[in-house]
């Protein structure tokens, strides 16, 4: 149920009204030619992320074809690249260059790294490099959220442009390289399973249901059919061959797989039951945050957030009328009140589109107030695949191609209008659209290449939340004080995530106590926290980076606040924050010291 191609087209023009940084020079060089390479190795390693970038033309025309080698020689061949391509980072003498060169050493040297550091262990999905799931590392090659079957599908209809027959028959190839891609997985989950890495079952089960639903409908119905047949109908039964005699055979082959194991038990739900579990854990959190934080330390951050949120969203309860019992009591009640509910059914869906639409206009005339620079926040609203939202978040979003042919996107799971609710949706949309991931995203492509590919969780998520505060700062909720419950709520969702997912994986809990944790502390829709809690399971310290990272940029602001004194303006910070690029924690206080210096010469 995407919107309508007027509705598009009315974000655009709206968009064209601003001020906006030039466009992007496609082949910009990051000045070093080790960057270089690693620009190269990227691309090569993980094409997918051409086309999302837009830059599979030309002499990258060739990567329009091709998909990641997800089988165990393909990732040993990645592996093998990062480690030689970091030794060469580890020779640059980054005092020799200018700052911004040195910069940009400094951040891609940091992220092959811990890439390197994840292949250390002989399980699991690095994604650290990979511009489409760089969010997200897993200790199983395939899960619920994870793996070529919940995510190929998705960026084949979104970042695969089919305008000439050579779009299409690049599109059919890949189509029978994701058969490749499925089989690889197969085998890398079989010799996973001997090192002792099996999905617990509550996981096991999500991921053999999604599967299972596909294999029960009709081939031609398939989003990987749909997708190419709605854009080109004279390849359509091509595409419909391919699914039925390479695809549907391997995703059968890859449920059997996984039916054959015995899935560790639902209790175990952490990554400390693993081979080598706690110190997987501990690279996998400094991964998610770019910070050197213990399992502890961020545990106790968490709780700490969470009663300082708390005391901010009780005298807005009490004004509401929520008066008895705890905040998430009085926030469970509130999620209730039939007047902040949507619709059932197909007319609530069309409801939440609209509210999306209306929201988005609105915050659009708020920018300027903000921001010094601004770019166009070219968006697509799109609901998520119906055959992957039972296992999807409730959300999410990026930017679109570099060239600014491709919008942006911002997926919104439809699969019950109940996910969502009148007082919370607003603060959704800032986090994954405007002025959150997609508005974020469009900065980086100022970046040289290498530094556009690359993107740090802790960055990226810590902005989204950062733009929902801004939403609040820049007077969207003035009239509706609830809605600023649903913004507050939203930080402490993911205060929560991080007593929780440090919990499952460090002090472990079961799955159930995570979801009772939210449920209690926070007063969350149990259906909705039941998948983020499965997501924490398959994705260890990713969900942690998000509040780590949003603590981090407001720390900075008040150091740069009183550092700077008159000379402050918020718009100068916001773009300092989003002009220095997508970089790690550890970096981003150098960028914004950069930026006080120059404040303070005037």
């Not at 980072?89 to 940009?104: F, G, M, Y």
């Not at 009663?307 to 807005?316: E, F, G, V």
């Not at 069309?350 to 921001?371: C, G």
């Not at 556009?452 to 939403?471: D, H, M, T």
Request: net charge negative; proline share 5%.
């Amino acid at each position: 149920m995407p919107l309508s191609r007027r509705t598009l087209l009315k974000t655009s023009a709206a968009a064209a009204l601003l001020p906006a940084l030039p466009a992007r020079a496609q082949e910009a060089k990051a000045g070093t030619p080790v960057l270089d390479r690693c620009t190269d190795q990227m691309l090569a390693a993980y094409p997918e992320s051409a086309s999302s970038a837009g830059i599979d033309t030309g002499a990258r025309a060739a990567l329009k074809a091709q998909l990641t080698d997800r089988s165990p020689e393909g990732q040993a061949a990645i592996e093998r690249d990062v480690r030689s391509l970091l030794g060469d980072l580890r020779k640059v003498d980054t005092s020799a260059l200018p700052a911004d060169e040195a910069l940009n050493v400094e951040v891609v040297r940091t992220v092959y790294e811990r890439a390197a550091e994840g292949f250390d262990f002989p399980y699991g999905d690095v994604a650290l490099l990979n511009t489409n799931w760089s969010y997200r590392n897993s200790p199983y090659a395939v899960a619920q959220n994870t793996g070529a079957f919940v995510e190929i599908p998705s960026f084949l209809g979104s970042s695969h442009t089919v305008e000439t027959k050579n779009d299409a028959a690049a599109y059919l190839a890949r189509m029978e390289a994701y058969a490749g891609q499925l089989d690889g997985e197969t085998e890398r989950v079989r010799i996973d399973a001997g090192r002792g890495v099996v999905l617990p079952d509550f996981l096991m089960a999500k991921t053999l249901g999604q599967m299972r639903g596909a294999l029960g409908a009709e081939t031609e119905s398939w989003g990987i059919v749909t997708s190419l047949a709605e854009r080109s109908d004279v390849h359509a039964e091509e595409a419909r061959k391919i699914a039925e005699e390479k695809i549907r055979p391997a995703v059968e082959r890859q449920a059997a797989a996984l039916e054959a194991l015995t899935p560790r038990p639902g209790e175990e739900a952490g990554v400390w039951a693993l081979p080598e579990g706690e110190a997987y854990y501990d690279w996998a959190l400094r991964a998610g945050t770019t910070t050197p934080m213990s399992p502890d330390e961020v545990h106790e951050m968490g709780r700490a957030e969470l009663k300082s949120l708390h005391a901010r969203m009780d005298p807005i309860l009490r004004e509401a009328g929520f008066t008895e019992g705890s905040v998430g009591a009085r926030m469970t009640a509130l999620s209730k009140d039939p007047r902040y509910q949507f619709s059932e059914g197909d007319e609530g869906r069309e409801e939440i589109l609209a509210f999306i639409e209306e929201t988005l206009a609105d915050i659009r005339t708020r920018l300027p107030q903000a921001f010094g620079t601004l770019v166009p926040g070219f968006l697509e609203v799109t609901r998520i695949p119906k055959d992957v939202e039972a296992g999807a978040p409730g959300a999410y979003g990026g930017p679109g191609s570099i060239d600014g042919k491709q919008p942006g996107h911002y997926w919104i799971n439809l699969r019950t209008p109940a996910l969502h609710s009148r007082y919370s949706l607003a603060d959704l949309t800032y986090h994954e659209s405007i002025p959150g991931h997609v508005w974020q995203g469009e900065y980086t492509f100022r970046q040289p290449l290498i530094r556009s590919l690359l993107a740090f969780n802790a960055y990226s998520e810590g902005w989204a939340l950062y733009a929902e505060q801004l939403a609040d700062e820049l007077g969207v909720y003035d009239d509706f004080p609830v809605g600023r419950l649903g913004y507050l709520q939203s930080l402490a969702f993911r205060a929560c995530r991080m007593v929780v997912d440090t919990g499952l994986h460090a002090k472990r809990w079961t799955r159930q106590e995570g979801v009772d944790f939210f449920v209690r502390e926070n007063g969350s829709n149990p259906e909705e926290v039941a998948s983020e809690v499965d997501r924490y399971c398959a994705w260890p310290g990713q969900a942690c980076g998000y509040k780590v990272g949003h603590s981090t940029i407001v720390g900075l602001r008040e150091d740069a606040k009183a550092r700077l004194g008159d000379a402050y303006d918020l718009r100068d910070y916001n773009d300092a924050v989003l002009l220095g690029g997508s970089v790690p924690m550890t970096v981003l206080s150098e960028v914004i010291g950069r930026y006080v210096e120059r404040a303070k010469a005037g």
